[in-house]
Structures are given as C-alpha cells and as structure tokens.
C-alpha cells in the first residue's frame, strides 16, 4: 500500500515525520515509511515485535544510537571508494569499511547477547548473522590483520629518491628508493657543504609546479613528477594487493546489513521517543492487537497526535486533550459524523487515519487499547485551499478527486471524507454525498464522513446496512454552546451552533452594531438611523 499524496497531505504526514527526526533520520525517509504502511498481518507482528523491543530494551536503544553515526560512514565510504581512481586509494576506503564493519558488529553484537535478549524475530535474526559473520575464518583474519595493515600505511611518512644530475647539477633523472615511517629530517646540501646549523624544509610549490615535456630546453624548469608519483603509489598498492580481492568481496558482503539496518532502526528510534513524549502528557499508547478475521475493530481512548502535539507546544496543560472511542462492527462499518462547528469532527476523522497509518507502520496506537484488521488503502477527500482551476471549479475538483477514489477502493479499504461537497448548494450537496454513502455502504468500506450536513446522519437507514451516525457532543448555555470534543454514537441535535460561532467572533447584530457605534459609523438612535436623510426641497416645505 502507498498512500496517495492527497492522504499523506490530509493526515500531516510531514508534520509527524518531523517528531521522528534526531536520530540521524530525514524527513523525507519518514515519511515514505509512513506513506507504505503494510497490509500483510504477518508482517505487521514481525514489525510490531521489533518496536517492542525497541520500547523496552533501553541499552539496545543506546547501542543503536551510538552505532548509527557510523552506519551512515559506511554509507559514505562506499560513495567515496566508488569515486577513487587509483587502487590504492580504493584500499584505503576499504580499510576503514573494514574497521568500522568490526566495531558496528562486535558492539551491536554485545549488545544484542546481553543478559536482556531481544524476543523479536528481527532482531534476532540480526544476532544470528553477526554470530554467524564474526566466527568465520575470514573475519577473524581481517580483523586480527586490521592493526598490521592500518599501521603500515598510517606511518608512512617521507619518501627518499635518487636523482641524476649533468655536469651542472640540473636533475635529469629520478627514482624512488624508498618510503620512509618518520619524517625526512636531514639538513639540506646548502647547509652541508656551507657548516649552516639551520635545516631547510622542503618547499611545497615544487610539488606542484607545472613541468614542461622538454627539459634539456627548459633549464630553469623542474622534475616532471606526475610520473614519480605514480612509481610511489605503484609500490604502496604493490605492498597491498595480496589483499585487494580479499578485501573487496568481504566488506561489500558484509556491510549492506548495517546500511540497510539505518533507517528502520532510526525510524523506531523516532517512534519510541514519540511515544514516551505523547505518554508524559498523560495520553495513552498501545501496542494494537491484529487480527485479519471478521471481528470487529475497536480504538479505546483514541486522540489526535497533531492536536496533542500542538498542545502541548502552546502549554495548555489546563485543557486536556479529549479522547474518544472508534468502533467498526457489521452494522456500523461506515459513520455519518455531525455535530456543531469546531466540535471535533476534523479532528477525529484525521485521527481515526493516523491510527491505521501507526498501527500499519508496526508502531503504537495513540489510545488505551486497539484491536484492528489491517486495511488495503487509505483514501481521504478533506478540503483543501486549492479551490479548483479556472476552468473546472471547486465543485468540479472535488468530484474529478471522490471519482479517483472510488477506482481506487475495495471492500477492505478506509474512506475519510471531511465536509464534502461544500462547495454547493446544501439541498444538492445532500443529494450527491447520497449516492456517495449508498455507494460505500454496497462496497462494504469502513470510514467516516464529517459533515455539517445534519440531514445526512437521519436518513442514514436509507443509505444501506452498516451506514451509521455519530455526534460531536455539544452542551447548549443559552444561546452558546460549550464543545465537549466527544464523540458518541447515535443521531444530532440538530443544530450545527453556527450562531454560537458567530458570537464568537463578535458577528450577531448587536455585536456589530456595537462595534460599528465605536467607530462612530452609527448613532445611537436606531429609529433615526433607519430614516432616510430629508431632501432640501422637503426642508423648505416644513418650514
């Protein structure tokens, strides 16, 4: 399953890769585990499993954030002894391959043989290959040959040559006669022959000065090296190439498992300090049960990370977040979800398709408990600030989309739809999500439709079997309403409280009038207000 980037859009997938960050993990790399949830329940215990692990094994955790800086150089030796040209340089990056492939293996492997042992197939299936890689021959070599062989090219360190001079010391030949472990430190001829105390450094331009083809025509110009150092690194890399095939095939076999180990271990990482976040403010996470039967699905106590996440960021620790219940069940398998407006139903809409995308991904559920069969696609229709093009209209765009999604479905899918068709007259909007639901309801998904269609959730018997309400609680003050931000079973009051947000923003009558007064727009009298302004010619005829 990969969600479409209207669902990834519509359930803030970005936003919640970004909580997944600070383990050497992008954005980018979250998110598209987020976007491929697995429908395969297998799968999801194998991943479930591991999380677990994660969840609970604290020193395994430290391990691995140790250990995943140095999976990414890993990553980054291979890139770099891809780009090298010479042999010798290619050794060389597989020398450090080599020494951190021994530290990743023997400390993720004492990690792995501590006295707390994973249960998770993964990970024991990763101490197995580590067991099974360091007891064989090859490694024990490599490793027991890491020092000799690190050391021999770290102390390398002055090269001595031999030059052939004519009859007026200009140089005419040169050759390598040997390479050196400690610095070159001999005083230089000048000071030789002259009795100078002093000693000469060489100087670095002469390395690097062009040289011409011609030297007997040149006789300022200097010894063409680019062919000296060759000579040098010819007898460096002859020194290793007994070990070159060696080396090749044992490292590119044996470190692709810590490569590909970055960002699943990364992702749990991110999903383990989410899940201790969200828990320190009081909010449950669980470990869904799956099941593939025709049980039904329930979420206790199920919120919305977003909104969690944002509370917690203003420090509103006086307004807990609400939770609530989600059941599917034969007869219930798809909501009409109404209730006043900023009552929640967005909100518990989104947070009923985060739920999936977690549970899918192997991770936490955000509620108390959660027993869940694993959906084959996630498809969502909330609006958006695009209101169509020029040519086609919102309307248009909302329906070209809702057609994209019924193509798209089977009858194990989830469907979120929130407040469509609001971008047409109440009375047709009504007849369109009509055919919508009758249409869900024969196919047999699950989901929910928030709407502020209040119509819709008391015809829901006419739109077939398993077709339900469900309300945003609302307590009503007066002429206001307080949100209780529950959601319940069951058909609405009614009354989607639009006037209790218009008080709110300061738009009754009197709110206005008030407002406009102040500005001395209106005076106080209404009665004079209302009265249109006399004309000069009936001035004179009252008078």
Known sequence: MYLSDHAAEDLGLHELASHFQGEGLSI???????????????TLHYRQAAFKDFRTLPQ?????RELLPRFDELAAFGAARRDATSPLQQTIWRLSELELLVEC???LSSALDSEKRPESTALNDIARYLDEMRSRTEYQTMRARLPELRKGLQYKRSVTLGVNLDEKLRPVEVAVLDINDRPFTER??????????????????VLSTPIPSELSAQPRSRIPLAPLFQEIEQLLSGALRPIQRELRAFVHENTSIFRGLRVEAAFFLGAVRLAERLEAMGLPTCLPTIHSGVHSETIEGMYNIHLALRSEKRGRSGEPVVVNDLEFASDRRFYVLTGPNQGGKTTFTQAAGIAYVFAQSGLFTPGRSAELKPVDVIETHFPTAEHGSLDTGRLADEARRL???IDAITDRSLVLLNESFASTSPHEAVSLAAEILRVLSETGVRGVYATHLHELALRCQEFGAGVAPLTAEAVVEGESAKRTYRVRQGSPDGDSFARDIALKHGLSYEQMRTRLRKRGLLRDDRASDNRPNPSPRDSQKTS
Do not use: C, W
């Not at 980018?28 to 395969?40: H, K, N, S």
């Open 403 to 405: 057609s994209q999604i």
């Open 105 to 107: 293996a023997e400390k």
């Open 60 to 64: 395994l955790r430290e391990t691995f």
């Open 188 to 205: 230089s001829l000048i000071a030789r022959l002259f009795g100078y105390n002093r000693d000469y450094s060489v100087q670095s331009n």
């Open 28 to 42: 980018r790399e979250a998110v598209e585990i987020l976007r491929t949830p697995t429908y395969d329940p297998e």
